[in-house]
């Protein structure tokens, strides 16, 4: 068999039994989708030394992981292995585009709903109208009912907006939206608009028939004929419309809902299979610690914040019969969900069966996550070893690897990532800010971070830094002018920013990209950058929030943010009157005269 140990182990683990199979690539990506009546033997075929087809050992070739589903069936297989194609779009798989389908138009389900367009008819609940062949046409009439009836087109929060005060955006002021967000018009009245986008779309076209019959007219007293024409063509579309058109509502999900698990002494892996007109469409997994061996207590908390504003509630959700309060988890997410969700128990039956599929492949994935385990502490330890042999450096127990962040050299920070024995260790991460003394620059950002670093002692067995020779060179001056010995290494990228190897400040060395070293290497790289970056923009959104504001006495970060939230930004609050910074929330005639004093002084000092 051409395959690894770990592919072995796992291909020997695989039921005999009808379901999906994954192939997955060294960077967790699907590649492909399959479906078989006995899945041991369909996977064992693909590592058969008697495969000749060029496509197939090439895919085979990038096999890194393979994980699998069970069904009941051979049909089921086949609903979800094409769902999981649709869903994940393998490289090596025969894909029909979801985008060259026809659209349909939308009306979300919403306190202020949205006509919108869409490609997927099941996305979430709502009205929906189509599908529309003549796409071009439909785009046009969706924007112009919008801008005539002015609805929202944007994704704002609206009852936080008006309960912020938020002014309205631009689409208000242009007359194209008519700013609910502003409490600029009532919900009654914005739902009666939303009705008269439904009339619309069900074909009663009266409303934008008088508006293109206006537009016409008027373009013709006016002698601009081609725009007359223009309005000729949509009245007349409108007609060829309003005998072809159809509308599809779905109020409520029509899917069902199988919930079991199984555990062992590490954790418990639930899995939900998602069925629809009895079909197996999705199955989901959901791994937990099993800390306090109580898994009764974790499954009734897990169907809690699961079906908790869920926006595909089901109506039935079948599990096993375990000592949990059925009754008062029903009530309770029918309280939250506003709707009439039933918990079953199959005692026999169909329902029955699924539901201890559902249990199987909760087992099954526990058996994965095993050898994944067994799997990555192997490769973990071969890691080092590949390491100690390249670098002469024995032992490799802690390795640190550091990163320097920032835009242009402004606010740079840095950071520290730690692992032991081939392992992430994140309560040994640390962050760094860089104070810079003249012009800041990446080396000299480096050398001070792990400066301050090996000041703390406890030193790791090697340095791993996320750059070229340039660094590393930079670091060993360091290192020898604080009489400290400590390994380090480069780990160098090509042009497109992917990690190919080790170097010091004289040479690089190279790295089998086949190799765990080279795993663990990408591994520590995309860790550092990871940290670095987050630590950065959590640091820029703090700088973020400092402004002029900070400067005016009397104005705290409250009313600093609702002043931010009620103008848009400091550019309107420079224009504010005291009349309108006054009425923001927390304001006060004193606090407002102050700003507009201050930004006043400014324009002064500027026009000296």
Do not use: W
């Not at 008519?178 to 600029?184: D, E, L, Q, R, Y």
């Not at 109020?251 to 590490?266: A, L, M, N, P």
């Not at 089901?314 to 000592?323: A, G, L, M, N, Q």
């Not at 590393?472 to 190919?500: A, C, W």
Request: net charge neutral.
């Amino acid at each position: 068999m051409n395959c690894n140990d770990y592919l072995q182990n796992l291909i020997k683990s695989i039921p005999d039994k009808p379901g999906v199979y994954l192939m997955k690539n060294i960077s967790s990506e699907v590649i492909y989708v399959g479906k078989a009546i006995s899945l041991k033997k369909r996977v064992r075929q693909y590592f058969s030394n008697n495969v000749k087809d060029i496509k197939v050992l090439a895919m085979v070739s990038n096999i890194d992981d393979i994980e699998y589903i069970v069904t009941n069936n051979e049909m089921e297989a086949l609903m979800l292995e094409n769902n999981l194609i649709k869903q994940n779009k393998p490289f090596y798989n025969i894909l029909l585009r979801d985008d060259k389908s026809f659209p349909y138009i939308k009306i979300t389900k919403e306190d202020y709903p949205k006509a919108i367009k869409t490609r997927n008819k099941l996305d979430h609940d709502g009205i929906f109208f189509g599908p529309f062949t003549d796409v071009m046409m439909m785009n046009r009439y969706l924007r112009d009912i919008n801008e005539l009836l002015q609805l929202r087109d944007c994704n704002r929060n609206i009852a936080k907006s008006i309960e912020n005060k938020e002014r309205p955006c631009l689409n208000y002021h242009i007359g194209i939206c008519s700013a609910p967000c502003a409490s600029k018009i009532s919900k009654e009245g914005y739902n009666e608009r939303v009705d008269a986008v439904v009339d619309f779309f069900k074909g009663n076209h009266t409303l934008l028939k008088k508006s293109y019959q206006t537009k016409m007219e008027d373009a013709v007293k006016e002698l601009r004929f081609e725009d007359a024409a223009e309005y000729r063509d949509l009245l007349n579309h409108l007609q060829i419309l309003s005998e072809k058109q159809n509308v599809s509502i779905r109020k409520y999900s029509s899917k069902q809902h199988y919930v079991s698990f199984d555990y062992d002494s590490e954790r418990i892996i639930i899995t939900v299979l998602i069925y629809e007109k009895g079909n197996l469409i999705a199955r989901e997994f959901y791994d937990f610690d099993n800390y306090f061996k109580n898994y009764e207590e974790i499954f009734a908390s897990f169907l809690m914040q699961y079906y908790t504003d869920n926006p595909d509630i089901p109506k039935e959700v079948y599990i096993e019969d375990i000592s949990i309060n059925i009754e008062a988890i029903e009530e309770s997410l029918n309280k939250e969900n506003d709707s009439k969700i039933s918990i079953v128990i199959p005692k026999i039956g169909k329902k029955k069966e699924i539901l201890q599929l559902a249990k199987n492949n909760s087992t099954e994935q526990i058996k994965l996550i095993e050898l994944k385990s067994e799997r990555k502490e192997k490769n973990s330890y071969y890691a080092i070893i590949e390491l100690e042999n390249l670098t002469g450096v024995k032992p490799i127990h802690a390795i640190e690897s550091f990163d320097v962040s920032n835009i242009s050299g402004a606010d740079s920070v840095g950071v520290k990532i730690v692992f032991k024995d081939g392992k992430k260790s994140p309560s040994d991460y640390r962050k760094y800010r860089i104070q810079h003394h003249g012009k800041p620059d990446d080396y000299a950002s480096t050398a001070h971070m792990i400066e301050r670093r090996l000041l703390k002692g406890d030193l790791p067995d090697i340095i791993l830094l996320d750059g070229g020779k340039g660094h590393v060179s930079t670091i060993k001056k360091l290192l020898e002018k604080m009489q400290i010995f400590v390994p380090v290494y480069g780990m160098y990228k090509n042009d497109r920013h992917q990690t190919e190897g080790l170097c010091d400040e004289n040479q690089i060395f190279e790295v089998n990209k086949n190799s765990k070293l080279f795993r663990l290497l990408s591994e520590i790289q995309n860790e550092v950058h990871r940290f670095a970056i987050n630590y950065h923009r959590k640091s820029r959104e703090k700088t973020m929030l400092r402004s002029e504001l900070d400067e005016i006495s009397g104005i705290g970060e409250k009313r600093k943010l609702a002043l931010l939230r009620a103008f848009g930004g400091m550019e309107g609050i420079k224009n504010a009157s005291i009349e309108d910074l006054q009425s923001v929330d927390g304001m006060n005639a004193r606090s407002a005269k102050a700003i507009v004093e201050y930004f006043q002084r400014k324009n002064e000092e500027h026009k000296e």
